[in-house]
């Protein structure tokens, strides 16, 4: 997956503006304690990451 497009389905979940500040803030246990935020920088897969968010978040089956 690419980061666009990991993007393109936070932004459809959380909405434009929550996206961003939700992937700041909010840390996933399924990503070792981090945020989004932190797993990106720190080379973890996007789709790895949106699996995780999947994991803790109630996400449409449109978004899997």
Known sequence: M???EFWR???AHFGD???ESWA???IIAPLGGRTVEQALAEGES???VWRAVCQVE???A???
């Open 17 to 19: 503006q929550y996206a």
């Open 24 to 26: 700041r803030d909010y």
């Open 58 to 60: 109630n996400v449409s």
């Open 2 to 4: 690419r980061l666009t």
């Open 62 to 64: 449109r978004l899997l």
């Open 46 to 48: 996007a789709k790895t």
């Open 9 to 11: 389905r936070m932004r």
